[in-house]
């Protein structure tokens, strides 16, 4: 192969690992990855739960520890390196990412606002997501709320069979 030829080779596309902060990714990733990320925690917290809950009060403390650790340290620490890269898709620092802490804005900004098709200063297009990422970004979010809503059921559910049908008291009513 001459020189010309080298120069001539399309330039192979880095293979960038999910919590990197280096390349873009497409909408449909970032939603799929983001919602896979909630829905794996969900399930992390419901195993941990079900094992720590039965170790009694030392497995109640455990499980608080746990879970404050889970969503206060690992999930925006996931969260952040996602959005940068979802950032550098549509060619903005990832500063931007701090639009996290804004409720609405995130999902109008980083679910709705198309990539940039063409190479960018963050890296080549990202490839065509495959059709699994794609069902899992139109699935998840389903899913989630499905989830929430049924431990929402379950929560009214519980606190009416809690509550007791008579008063507990031996007090006779007053009578004046």
């Known amino acids: 192969m001459t020189t010309t030829d080298q120069n001539l080779t ?5 293979r960038v690992g999910m919590f990197s902060l280096r390349g873009r990714m497409g909408r449909a990733r970032y939603i799929a990855y983001t919602l896979g ?4 925690l969900f399930l992390v917290m ?3 739960g079900t094992a720590l809950m039965l170790a009694g009060p030392f497995g109640r403390m455990l499980y608080i520890v ?3 650790l889970l969503c206060y340290g ?3 620490l996931c969260f952040a390196i996602l959005t940068i890269r979802r950032a550098h898709d549509f060619n903005f620092r990832g500063w931007i990412a701090l639009l996290l802490f804004v409720p609405i804005v995130n999902p109008l900004l ?10 960018n200063t963050y890296g080549p297009a990202p490839q065509e997501d495959p059709l699994y990422i794609k069902l899992a970004a139109v699935i998840l979010p389903f899913l989630l709320i499905g989830f929430y809503l049924a431990t929402g059921e379950m929560r009214i559910y ?3 069979a809690d509550t007791p049908t008579q008063p507990a008291t031996s007090l006779k009513p007053y009578t004046p």
């Open 66 to 68: 746990f879970a404050i």
């Open 46 to 48: 419901l195993l941990a």
């Open 110 to 119: 980083f679910w709705l606002i198309p990539g940039t098709k063409q190479d």
């Open 74 to 76: 690992l999930l925006p």
């Open 37 to 40: 990320t909630i829905f794996l």
């Open 10 to 14: 399309p330039v192979m596309q880095e």
């Open 158 to 160: 519980r606190q009416e």
